[in-house]
């Protein structure tokens, strides 16, 4: 099973941009990974998907426009990219293998709000 470690949270502006990183201890490559966020209260949602090599995306109809998912399978990491920050993205943000989730990260806390 591998860990999950989720990084690059933090308090950011309207506006703002955030890149997360999500570094797995075993080998993700042939894997489909995800994003998920958390808000206070509400049910953890799938944000944005990647496909093992990197060629196929999704991401959430509330998002599209504003964040990237990629990937490095070299390091087993995966990345989003969240540019135009608004305060309803504020939440924890969790990645995880599609399908057969490993056992959940502590995830990274993103707030926006100025």
């Known amino acids: 099973q591998a860990q999950l470690v989720e990084s690059g949270g933090g308090l950011v502006q309207p506006g703002g941009s955030l890149r997360l990183s999500c570094a797995a201890s075993?080998?993700?490559?042939?894997?489909?990974m995800g994003w998920y966020r958390q808000a206070p209260g509400e049910q953890r949602e799938l944000v944005a998907t990647i496909t093992s090599g990197g060629s196929t995306t999704y991401v959430h109809y509330a998002v599209k426009g504003r964040f990237t998912i990629s990937r490095d399978n070299t390091k087993n990491t995966v990345f989003l990219q969240m540019n135009s920050l608004k305060p309803e993205d504020t939440a924890g943000y969790y990645c995880?293998?599609?399908?057969?989730?490993?056992?959940w990260g502590q995830g990274t806390q993103v707030t926006v709000s100025s």
């Open positions: 995880n293998r599609i399908g057969a989730p490993y056992p």
């Open positions: 075993g080998s993700i490559g042939i894997y489909a």
